[in-house]
């Protein structure tokens, strides 16, 4: 008996869906793409439940006449080629007239469309794949798309699903993403009632990068532009000063496709070579133009990557329209001079009040120790800074290096900590706000994760358009720190909210923790001496002041009698 059965039409059809549809975000850039693809100059989305429920977008653009819907939805029917040989030279973001036919497959789809110039529009539902007549209907020339319970006949798939608030973040980034490349289309996002994205069509990508990170963002970004034999590169990259936690302001995107491109992304990191931190990424929004025949589109099933006929010769375009910006006059002064303001903000409102705070503890626990008399970890006298990072100690047994960094972290920690075990972490007032600016995208988060929030301290009030005010901070936080030291502190915590549902009760830990490292002396900055001692005191009243709680060890010691068997005098 044969071991091998043809599978019935309907399965393979799901299984052709599958490659295609993940979850609501790949129906939403499949729509966008075709909205863009049909020369649109405004479209509109709306989502329930993060998608899940409902996608719509709307557009203005080309339209669909009765003939073209009643095809749209069927597999490898399109406009955008005809032969073989058009394959070579795509210029249209959809080509392989399958989108629609996925979707149809897997949800309630409605496609209700009025070709331009025409007034006749008609309207077209398709279940489970299953396609109904085109009707007659109302509608401005363009097209609307409405998908409704996605998956419902897949189940397994639909198990998948994450939350709608989780697939409503990877909906915002796919529109943000577009939204980026095509400054002149005008694009508004709807979650259920609340508008969170309008961005109208502006003329150009600063103007759009302004709409979608805020100003401050868009006026620290540098202008990038190279050309040779046909490959032309230009765009957006964030000035050195200006860097994100992760890669997903990151948009490469060739000949108006966003793409992912481990060669160009490998550039792009070492164009930064030495002047980002680890663990920190530049902004690039970088467009790549060159002749269609140059590039494969038709590559992967998703289309997020393409293959260059000449790959190197694309790379060494962009990696020289990097380098020039980069080490142009324009980012050299002004790196220096972001260097010295930073350092003059410490001073004016970071170092004194700091001091001022540590002489007062200080004296506390002079005080406290006065009454224990003994103080289990023994008395230590800081003998001073090596290179501005370590704390040189005398302890009972010998010398003692201390990580000032680490101490300081794990001081504010265990604070917060004990707060948060006793119910409520003290908060300080501002009595100015300190105004704090998000992307669209973390804006969205955060105004959605506001009472999480105020439980580790933080009290914030929309201002709309991305801006928030801060109102309140942990108070054991707000020492020493310079109205502009909020704003990353912030944007790291929105982030981890983001993964939220994979870190559940471990999640405010990691909060406190974020909060407080943000918080923490860092490596590199001077201390007086008495700063210093107050540190170790502090340190050393903790439970466990030897190891950070994640086994960082926060004291290294040498013991005498090592130095003394090390100078031969033992
Ligand atoms: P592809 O984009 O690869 O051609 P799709 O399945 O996404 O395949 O779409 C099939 C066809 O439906 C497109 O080629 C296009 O002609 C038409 N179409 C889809 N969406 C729109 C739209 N928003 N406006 C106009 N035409 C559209
Ligand atoms: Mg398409």
Redesign the pocket.
């Known amino acids: 008996m044969m071991k091998i059965k043809s599978l019935d039409k309907a399965l393979r059809r799901k299984i052709a869906a599958g490659e295609v549809i993940e979850r609501p975000s790949s129906v939403l850039k ?2 966008l ?3 863009l ?2 020369k ?1 100059e405004t479209i509109s989305v709306s989502l329930v439940d993060g998608g899940i429920s409902a996608i719509v ?1 709307s ?1 203005d ?4 006449d009765r003939g ?1 819907l009643e ?3 069927r597999r490898y ?5 005809e032969t073989e040989a058009d394959l070579n030279a795509i210029e ?12 149809a497959e897997v949800s309630r789809m409605q ?1 209700t ?1 009025c070709p331009r110039g025409d007034r006749e529009a008609h309207e077209l539902v398709v279940v489970g794949g299953e396609e109904q007549e085109p009707i007659p209907a109302a509608r401005a020339p ?2 609307t ?1 409405k998908v409704r319970d996605l998956f419902f006949n897949l189940p397994a798939r639909r198990r998948f699903l994450k939350s709608a608030r989780s697939e409503s973040f990877h909906a915002n980034r796919v529109l943000q993403r577009l939204a980026l490349t095509k400054p002149g289309v005008g694009w508004s996002l709807k979650h259920g009632q609340r508008t969170v994205l309008t961005a109208p069509a502006v003329k150009t990508l600063t103007d759009r990068v302004a709409q979608i990170y805020g100003a401050k963002t868009a006026r620290r970004l540098i202008a990038i532009e190279a050309e040779q034999d046909g490959i032309a590169v230009s765009g957006l990259i964030s000035r050195p000063d200006l860097k994100r936690g992760n890669r997903r302001d990151q948009i490469l995107c060739v000949n108006g496709r966003p793409i992912e491109d481990r060669g160009l992304s490998y550039i792009l990191a070492s164009a930064y070579k030495g002047m980002l931190r680890p663990g920190t990424f530049p902004i690039a929004l970088i467009q790549i133009n060159l002749p269609s025949e140059w590039v494969d589109a038709n590559i992967h099933p998703r289309k997020r990557e393409v293959r260059f006929a000449d790959a190197k010769a694309v790379q060494a375009v962009m990696s020289r329209a990097l380098q020039t910006a980069l080490s142009s006059q324009y980012v050299v002064p002004s790196m220096a001079g972001v260097r010295s303001s930073a350092r003059e903000q410490e001073a004016s409102y970071g170092a004194a009040p700091l001091k001022f705070a540590l002489r007062r503890r200080l004296e506390v626990s002079h005080v406290a120790r006065e009454e224990e008399k003994t103080n289990v970890h023994g008395d230590r006298r800081v003998i001073g800074q090596l290179q501005n990072t370590y704390l040189l100690v005398e302890g009972p047994d010998g010398l003692e290096i201390f990580d000032q960094h680490i101490a300081h972290e794990r001081i504010l920690y265990e604070g917060l900590k004990e707060q948060w075990e006793h119910g409520e972490i003290s908060r300080q007032q501002f009595l100015l706000p300190v105004r704090i600016e998000l992307p669209f995208e973390q804006a969205e988060r955060l105004a959605g994760d506001k009472e999480k929030l105020q439980r580790v301290g933080i009290v914030l009030e929309e201002f709309g358009g991305g801006t928030f005010l801060l109102r309140e901070y942990p108070s054991a936080l707000t020492e020493g720190q310079s109205r502009y030291g909020f704003q990353r502190p912030i944007e790291q915590i929105v982030d981890l909210l983001a993964e939220g549902d994979e870190l559940k009760e471990k999640l405010f830990d990691h909060l406190l923790a974020t909060l407080a490292c943000s918080a923490a002396i860092k490596a590199g900055d001077h201390l007086p001496l008495e700063q210093q001692q107050g540190l170790v005191e502090r340190l050393m009243n903790l439970d466990n002041p030897y190891t950070c709680p994640h086994g960082r060890p926060i004291i290294f010691s040498i013991p005498r009698a090592e130095l003394d068997r090390k100078f031969k005098r033992a």
């Open positions: 499949e729509l793409e075709n909205s693809d049909a649109s977008i557009d653009g080309e339209g669909m073209d095809l749209c939805t029917t399109t406009s955008k080629i249209t973001l959809g080509f392989r007239g399958e989108a629609l036919a996925s979707i496609v469309s363009g097209t798309v």
